[in-house]
């Protein structure tokens, strides 16, 4: 039932730009390292720059497992299921990269973006992935669900942070330095914000 894909195009660029959420999995090179899956939402936050190429704004959070598997590895797989419509589960595994704000890809990277305004969101890093296999598979088994709204919370709650106090607030947090199992994760403090 599953297939292979050799670029993200089409039917399928279509599916994975229509999802409200899609989910990231990462594992350090250690064999009792901790694997990390975590899901991202935020309407606007994910675009696909070619056909062999994502990415995907990174928004504060209280740690950096995902960033710091990048760092190490850059082993990487991304998933989107269908929730409405036609089942559906597309993977896309490769290599990706965290880039900071001080790296000078970041403004055309950014503007990879424009429905959304990172700055209520205390955007740290832009993970750009590059694909190596792409595929999906029935998602028969995945259930029905409605969409109904981004939240608002995470705006609402870092839009009340600067460049300094975001930096304070990672440097508060065991696992944003550095991830669970010790690895370089967000370099802080922070790069400013780069002037628009």
């Known amino acids: 039932m599953g297939k292979t894909y050799e670029r993200i195009d089409g039917r399928l660029r279509t599916f994975i730009e229509a999802q409200p959420m899609f989910f990231t999995a990462t594992a350090p090179l250690a064999g009792d390292g901790t694997?990390?899956?975590?899901?991202?939402?935020?309407?606007?936050?994910?675009?696909?720059?070619?056909?062999?190429?994502v990415a995907y704004l990174d928004f504060a959070g209280s740690n950096a497992e995902t960033v710091a598997h990048l760092r190490e590895n850059g082993r990487i797989?991304?998933?989107?299921?269908?929730?409405?419509?036609?089942?559906?589960?597309v993977r896309v595994h490769g290599r990706g990269e965290?880039?900071?704000?001080?790296?000078?890809r970041w403004p055309q990277l950014l503007g990879h973006f424009p429905g959304i305004d990172p700055g209520p969101h205390g955007l740290r890093a832009i993970v750009?992935?590059?694909?190596?296999?792409?595929?999906?598979?029935?998602?028969?088994?995945?259930?029905?669900?409605?969409?109904?709204a981004d939240r608002d919370l995470h705006g609402r709650r870092f839009a009340r942070e600067d460049d300094a106090s975001l930096s304070r607030y990672f440097e508060g947090k065991?696992?944003?330095?550095?991830?669970?199992?010790g690895l370089p994760g967000l370099p802080l403090p922070l790069p400013p914000t780069p002037a628009g």
């Open 98 to 104: 965290p880039v900071f704000r001080d790296d000078p």
């Open 35 to 53: 694997i990390n899956l975590s899901p991202k939402g935020l309407r606007g936050s994910f675009a696909v720059l070619d056909e062999l190429t």
């Open 128 to 148: 750009v992935v590059h694909a190596e296999l792409i595929r999906d598979t029935c998602g028969y088994a995945v259930p029905l669900m409605t969409y109904e």
């Open 77 to 89: 797989t991304l998933m989107w299921c269908a929730f409405d419509g036609p089942p559906n589960i």
């Open 174 to 181: 065991d696992h944003v330095a550095t991830s669970i199992d």
